[in-house]
């Protein structure tokens, strides 16, 4: 299986900052097909995931632009600019390269 | 608008079975595969089965293979994950999602249901 590993668990950010969260695979993400199944989920209290980035820097429909992605191969990275309240919440990275898909343990975003 | 509606989740004890169900609309079913992932309490996301529009394709995480059975009935819009021999492990809250990928074998969530939350206790 493909393990995804997070860092840092957990960030403490004053609002209006800027974090970034890390996400690496034990293995290539690449896709025989070229693509790369790399994808960001925030977690709000109480509330299912909501998908933020697909296929490493593809922001979902109606995600703010302060949100995004890069990477390739086994290392990613979500950027989070001008943090808002709304922001808050446990992030998550997830592999759908190949199965079984597979999550990060997930990156708590606290503020300072 | 996308919806996803889980139910069936409640409190079993450990060996015994239980079936979820999740009922779609906003969308054609029967043109997309669908998953379904578990949170334990306090934990992260663990993708548990998938499968193809026409049932064509079924994959399962090893934890849950040969006790689980995901299946689907488009003429219902529902899919459904039956659960057998079920463990204290296997409490956890249960989404479905909908995959998203043109491609079977690659995947990412969109839509998220509330989930229904399962309890395997004695």
Redesign the interface.
Known sequence: ?VVMTQTPVSLSVSLGGQVSISCRSSQSLV?N?G?T?L?W?LQKPGQ????LI??VSNR?SGISDRFSGSGSGTDFTLKISRVEPDDLGVY?C?Q???????????TKLELK | EVQLVESGGGLVQPGRSLKLSCVASGFTFSNYGM?WIRQAPGK????VA?ISSGSSYI????TVKGRFTISRDNAKNTLYLQMTSLRSEDTALY?CARH??I?T???????????TLVTVSS
Do not use: C, I
């Open positions: 299986d896709h097909n693509n199944y994808s989920y299912s995931p909501q998908l697909y296929k979902f998550y997830g759908g390269t190949q199965y079984p898909n597979t999550f990060g343990a997930g | 998953n992260g996301l663990e993708w998938y994959y399962y995480a090893e989404y998203e990928a491609t074998t690659a995947n990412w969530f969109a839509y998220w249901g509330q989930g």
